[in-house]
């Protein structure tokens, strides 16, 4: 039986992958996806094309611009980005990203985060803390005495 935490991740990484079988044709912005943190087909469309646009760019320019709202943690796009980008990442650019994740916790139940559900939070602090084991992981691996 999986334990809370994997289902968690199933149902956000389900989510995700069903943005991956759609095309809304409504996003505006690359960036669109970093604060959409509903369910809506909308905005699970936006999360998908922020996910493609970061996991497709050769500079890699978004691992330095850090999130500047609960929002962004929430959508887990980002998070979803450094842990399927975590082979191609530099030592720097891995130990950015496990900041970031680890950062995310304590933005997710900051003050500014109060508009988000107790289910947003918990699902953005547990896909933290995944990604932050895994980019400590490949750190480990790869990166003894480097950063």
Same mark, same amino acid.
Not at 27 to 36: E, Q
Not at 73 to 100: D, I, M, N, P, W
């Given at each position: 039986?999986?334990?809370?935490?994997?289902?968690?991740?199933?149902?956000?990484?389900?989510?995700?992958?069903?943005?991956?079988?759609?095309?809304?044709?409504?996003?505006?912005?690359?960036?669109?996806?970093?604060?959409?943190?509903?369910?809506?087909? &909308?905005?699970?469309?936006?999360?998908?094309?922020?996910?493609?646009?970061?996991?497709? &760019?050769?500079?890699?320019?978004?691992?330095?611009?850090?999130?500047?709202?609960?929002?962004?943690?929430?959508?887990?796009?980002?998070?979803?980005?450094?842990?399927?980008?975590?082979?191609?990442?530099?030592?720097?650019?891995?130990?950015?990203?496990?900041?970031?994740?680890?950062?995310?916790?304590?933005?997710?139940?900051?003050?500014?985060?109060?508009?988000?559900?107790?289910?947003?939070?918990?699902?953005?602090?547990?896909?933290?803390?995944?990604?932050?084991?895994?980019?400590?992981?490949?750190?480990?691996?790869?990166?003894?005495?480097?950063?």
């Amino acid at each position: 039986m999986p334990s809370a935490h994997h289902t968690v991740l199933i149902i956000v990484l389900a989510a995700l992958a069903a943005g991956c079988a759609m095309n809304t044709g409504s996003v505006t912005s690359p960036l669109a996806g970093l604060n959409c943190i509903d369910d809506s087909l &909308d905005c699970i469309g936006k999360r998908k094309a922020t996910l493609n646009y970061f996991t497709s &760019d050769p500079t890699r320019s978004w691992v330095r611009q850090r999130p500047i709202s609960p929002h962004a943690y929430a959508s887990g796009v980002r998070l979803f980005a450094f842990k399927k980008k975590k082979k191609e990442l530099s030592c720097t650019e891995l130990k950015l990203g496990r900041s970031e994740a680890d950062a995310a916790s304590k933005v997710l139940r900051g003050s500014a985060a109060k508009s988000l559900t107790p289910a947003q939070v918990s699902r953005g602090t547990i896909l933290a803390a995944e990604v932050s084991r895994d980019l400590q992981r490949e750190m480990s691996r790869r990166c003894k005495g480097k950063a």
